[in-house]
């Protein structure tokens, strides 16, 4: 459970230098770089252990997955610009509800009251930071943002079948390969030289990314991948603060009332969990 919670924190830095990026750099330029620079993040490691150790069991299934990841980022980097760091936070807090699904549809998890109830409260907190300062801003991004829940939680539930039998560093490998692949024409189209600044943003970005898929993929070979998503609600939190030192988006009092639920369903999951 902490693999999972330290890689919510880690997605949410990721998240802020990417956003801050995009304002003035186009989005699919920004998708390549951040898994490119995830990709040379890795090469460390590769030469440490040998190359031959990050070879994938199943290739196909490592590819597939990049494919469906590369969908998602693709709808979440179109609208990442234009909507606010806390909203598209909150939006993507669907997602829980289709991995959930997804988990006992099609990898057969049992799925306790206890997990339901956590992320029906976990949800009920992010409603209470939203839903006062909905404005509509964000027009038809915020949907195309929703479109890219169910297709991560295509992916997630992916990794979860990936981690049977691949290792966690070979799965986040071929992610960033894929993806940097299939972003690059893309990221092509409407090239614009990166200024210092953004070539270091993505640098961090990359580590961050990397970092933060092993952690994520570390918790799914622990546990049921449902019983990992009452933590995703944690990252409203981490989206709140930043946006708040970064965006200058002051928490209001819903934002901290909203938190203390959502922490409040995080810790008593994980207790649930940790007791049996």
């Known amino acids: 459970m902490l693999w999972v919670a330290l890689s919510g924190f880690l997605f949410s830095l990721l998240n802020t230098i990417v956003r801050k990026i995009t304002l ?13 620079f995830g990709m040379a993040a890795m090469l460390p490691l590769i030469w440490r252990q040998g190359w031959r150790a990050y ?13 469906v990841h590369t969908v998602g980022l ?14 598209m936070t909150a939006i993507g807090f669907t997602g829980p509800i289709f991995i959930m699904l ?13 997990r339901w109830i956590a992320a029906a409260i976990g949800f009920a907190g992010v409603l209470v930071v939203v839903l006062p300062k909905l404005s509509g801003q964000g027009n038809w991004y915020a949907l195309v943002m929703l479109a890219s829940a169910p297709v ?4 997630f539930l992916m990794t979860k079948t990936l981690t049977r039998y691949e ?22 189209w409407h090239w614009t030289p990166p200024s210092l600044w953004q070539w270091l943003g993505f640098m961090i970005a990359g580590m961050l990314g990397s970092l933060g898929h092993y952690c994520l993929t570390r918790g799914f070979r622990i546990t049921d991948i449902s019983a990992t998503q009452s933590l995703r609600f944690l990252d409203l939190i981490w989206a709140s603060l930043l946006g708040w030192l970064v965006f200058s988006d002051v928490p209001s009092q819903t934002t901290l009332l909203g938190a203390l639920v959502i922490l409040a369903s995080t810790v008593w999951i994980a207790r649930r969990e940790h007791g049996r």
């Open 24 to 36: 003035s750099l186009d989005p699919f330029q920004s998708q390549f770089l951040r898994f490119l």
């Open 55 to 67: 070879i994938p069991v199943n290739l196909g299934g490592q590819l597939w997955r990049g494919a």
């Open 74 to 87: 693709l709808l979440w980097f179109t609208a990442l610009p234009h909507i606010a760091l806390a909203d």
């Open 102 to 114: 997804g988990a006992a549809w099609f990898l057969g998890e049992k799925m306790r009251g206890d």
């Open 152 to 155: 991560f939680a295509a992916s």
């Open 167 to 188: 290792k966690s560093g070979v799965i986040v490998l071929w992610q960033s390969i894929s993806v940097t692949v299939l972003s690059l024409p893309l990221g092509l």
